[in-house]
């Protein structure tokens, strides 16, 4: 009779897989659940999916300790960041200020999951299913539509922003100087972050505005996007090329009421956006998933032998540890996209003159870029 396994996990994205490996790692049986195969070699690489994250020194570690860490080609290191405001406030962030080699990584999605998959194929500790496997302890990281969620009776308080998110990828004229580039105006919150290498000039495009100009965004002329697109950076980065599709989606801020329990199946947790959703404009969502596969490993590893590695008190110290963390950073990141959404005339020059206070704040923002990277 086959063992029966230590955990099961339900989703096989970025955040799913880390988590197995990393519970691999510490000689534990894992089921890795996805719905789309009942094989673990990563999916092609699709020219379709434009998806890119800002990863900072924590998310480094945890992928490098399962050695997944996309090359520097895949994995643009960051050397400053610029802000601009909607009437003059602008704030700067340089890694030689902060005495780092990189402020964070912008990682392609396709080359990270991939390695992921092909890291997976090839533990043995890791069994991958279509369908879910009896274990002592359940993990859902199934994103934000998780079903499993739902079922296991966790309520889901999604609070919707009044914006969709445009993603697409583009080539700019100059190369992008390893600057990621972020600008308030008007409402809308446009980023550009840099890919392909420190030589590149290809951005990855992430642009929140109102669901009705998402549309017309989506689907207006490739001319008509760049010139948009362009008026919008200011001409910061030169001419633009779209080198992808357009993909938009709704954004909203969520969080489950409970994050760990049992139920027919024992006990369960949730990780990832499965657990919670903040607004891109930080760029930490993925940093937050990942945050919670280390905290759940680091609960998990240190237990006493005698506890299952479904023990309540356990995940319930898991869940106190993450929510706390994701109070400090996603309501922060809630709290800039209320701010900045308001046209109201008085409040435009309050956040642009608190934008360049900030500034000059000196150990304050070198306090809250040290949270930010993760350090």
């Not at 990281?141 to 296991?152: L, N, P, Y």
């Not at 200011?234 to 760990?260: D, I």
């Not at 956006?273 to 280390?294: E, F, T």
């Not at 993450?322 to 959404?341: N, S």
Request: a neutral charge; proline letters at 6%.
């Amino acid at each position: 009779m086959a063992k029966p396994f230590d955990v099961c996990i339900r989703g096989a994205g970025i955040v799913g897989r880390t988590l197995a490996l990393q519970l691999a790692s510490k000689r534990l049986r894992v089921a890795l659940i996805t719905p789309r195969a009942s094989t673990p070699l990563p999916p092609p690489q699709a020219q379709g999916d434009v998806r890119a994250y800002a990863l900072n020194q924590s998310s480094r570690h945890l992928l490098e300790s399962v050695r997944c860490w996309p090359t520097e080609q895949d994995a643009t290191p960051v050397l400053a960041m610029h802000v601009q405001g909607d009437d003059g406030g602008q704030v700067v962030f340089t890694a030689q200020a902060q005495g780092v080699a990189a402020l964070n990584w912008i990682v392609d999605v396709p080359a990270l999951e991939a390695q992921l998959g092909e890291a997976v194929r090839f533990q043995p500790l890791i069994e991958v299913f279509d369908t879910p496997q009896e274990a002592a302890l359940t993990v859902v990281c199934e994103g934000k539509a998780s079903t499993t969620r739902e079922e296991f009776g966790a309520d889901f308080d999604v609070t919707p922003y009044n914006q969709w998110a445009l993603a697409a990828r583009v080539r700019c004229t100059p190369a992008h100087a390893q600057t990621a580039r972020q600008w308030f105006s008007k409402g809308d919150i446009l980023a550009f972050l840099p890919l392909a290498g420190p030589q590149g000039n290809l951005c990855a495009v992430v642009w929140s505005v109102s669901p009705v100009r998402a549309q017309e965004l989506k689907g207006a002329s490739e001319e008509d996007f760049c010139q948009a697109l362009e008026a919008a950076s200011h001409g910061t980065l030169g001419s633009l090329t779209l080198t992808s599709g357009r993909h938009v989606w709704p954004l909203q801020q969520a969080q489950a009421r409970h994050w760990s329990g049992t139920s027919g199946v024992g006990a369960w947790v949730l990780a990832g956006d499965a657990a919670h959703n903040v607004h891109p404009l930080a760029g930490q969502g993925l940093n937050l998933g990942l945050a919670d596969v280390a905290e759940l490993v680091r609960v998990l590893d240190a237990r006493p032998y005698w506890r299952s590695v479904g023990d309540t008190k356990l995940l319930r110290q898991y869940e106190r540890a993450r929510k706390a963390d994701l109070a400090v950073i996603g309501q922060a990141g809630d709290a800039l996209q209320q701010l900045f959404a308001n046209p109201h005339p008085g409040l435009q020059a309050l956040r642009n003159w608190g934008m360049n206070n900030f500034e000059r704040s000196g150990l304050i923002k070198h306090w809250v870029a040290r949270r930010a990277m993760g350090s």
